[in-house]
């Protein structure tokens, strides 16, 4: 018999999850704005060096982010399995 996980414990990896979405935006939008400026014939080739590697760094952090998700989305599902049913879904009568 599984011991029913905390309420609050998933409702914090719900929050967790939530924060490394928003994060991975973030991180989306600078590589867009590194990719628009790389496509820019205004910059020399030191600045488009330093932006490829600076967009390298953030997709580094971004594959960390996605792998966090996803750690995070096994640990969700896992705790819902965990909880108890819902009293309320089942017919309590007893013959």
Do not use: G, H
Request: glycine letters at 0%; a negative charge; hydrophobic letters at 30%.
């Amino acid at each position: 018999m599984r011991i029913a996980q905390p309420q609050s414990e998933l409702k914090a990896l719900e929050e967790a999850y939530q924060n490394l979405k928003e994060t991975e935006k973030v991180l989306n939008a600078k590589i867009t704005n590194i990719n628009d400026e790389l496509k820019s014939n205004q910059i020399s080739k030191e600045q488009k060096d330093a932006l490829q590697k600076e967009k390298c760094t953030i997709e580094t952090e971004l594959e960390t982010i996605l792998k966090e998700m996803d750690e995070n989305l096994d640990k969700q599902t896992k705790a819902m399995d965990m909880e108890p049913p819902d009293p309320e879904n089942y017919d309590a009568t007893f013959e």
